[in-house]
């Protein structure tokens, strides 16, 4: 099973703290490199980290809160004095399209490569992206602005050859890729061996969930129902429940009712309130309602497995 793996740039809310950088994530796939968020300091932590940033080919961007995009100009600035010439593909609310183009055009005149827009309608759930390994479909969600989380689906993969068999029927290697591909072998006696004897079944595909700056919304476990990571943020704690509700937030227990309700795997809780010294509250909070759950701190990498039966 090839890796898939949540890298954590930052996880903190909308004022700086020493402890948290402002929202932004890798997501890694079968060799493809994905952004979630860009927001101030992104590019400070993907250079410490010693993050090959050519790879870098797409980035999603949740909502244009401050917090969760300001560090994307500043990237794009970066990699055209890395030299980069591939397309880098962005997805955002219409809105952040004629801003991109101005600060393109202001701070970064003869940039060495095309910086794609993609609107995306944060209201709907609908495939924003599509390869062969993945797709990326938004999650609608209810903040202070257009505002929607990004669910990652990996498609299934080959199936496995069966060796044992190979070696029965005396199989060439070379029909490795055909019968992979769904063809029988035909023996030279005559006798047609079913593809469904030579190959085992792919392996289980994986989905994760970025639920970016939300109100609790109660129809959220349905759109993500299944997963096997969650990640919900989770400003508050219970004690700040009303806050919460006010600017369009959620709270620890809320995060972890939605992934209770959802039958996800695994819980992430991140965007941390910078009146938190620590996050152990939130743990506890989250724990008591979904005993799967973990923080997102910066540095942090979170393999995508498949949840427990």
């Not at 129809?219 to 943020?233: I, T």
Request: proline share 6%.
């Amino acid at each position: 099973m090839q890796p898939f793996v949540v890298k954590i740039l930052g996880c903190g809310s909308a004022k700086p703290t020493p402890r948290h950088h402002a929202s932004s994530q890798i997501v890694e796939l079968r060799n493809k490199i994905f952004m979630v968020d860009c927001g101030e300091g992104t590019q400070i932590y993907l250079h410490n980290a010693r993050f090959r940033l050519g790879k870098l080919s797409h980035i999603f961007i949740s909502h244009l809160h401050g917090d969760h995009c300001f560090g994307l100009i500043g990237l794009i600035s970066s990699l055209g004095l890395m030299g980069r010439s591939a397309p880098l593909h962005v997805y955002a609310h219409e809105a952040l399209g004629p801003m991109l183009d101005a600060q393109i055009a202001l701070f970064c005149n003869g940039l060495g490569f095309e910086v794609v827009f993609h609107p995306i309608d944060t209201s709907l759930a609908q495939v924003i992206y599509d390869d062969k390994s993945l797709t990326v479909s938004t999650i609608p969600l209810q903040h202070r602005m257009p505002c929607c989380g990004f669910l990652f689906t990996e498609k299934p993969g080959w199936p496995h050859i069966r060796p044992d068999m190979f070696d029965f029927y005396h199989i060439p290697l070379s029909q490795v890729y055909n019968i992979k591909g769904g063809a029988d072998w035909v023996t030279p006696e005559g006798d047609v061996v079913p593809n469904s004897h030579l190959v085992k079944d792919p392996d289980p595909v994986r989905s994760y969930a970025y639920c970016s700056d939300t109100r609790y919304m109660p129809e959220l476990h349905e759109m993500v129902k299944g997963v096997d990571l969650l990640y919900h943020e989770s400003t508050y704690g219970s004690e700040f429940e009303e806050q919460a509700r006010k600017y369009y937030h959620s709270t620890a227990a809320q995060a972890a009712t939605v992934a209770r309700d959802a039958g996800v795997g695994q819980l992430m809780l991140g965007h941390y309130s910078a009146r938190y010294d620590h996050e152990d509250c939130l743990l506890q909070e989250a724990r008591a309602i979904f005993p799967d759950t973990i923080l997102a701190n910066e540095g942090l990498e979170v393999p995508v497995a498949l949840k427990k039966s």
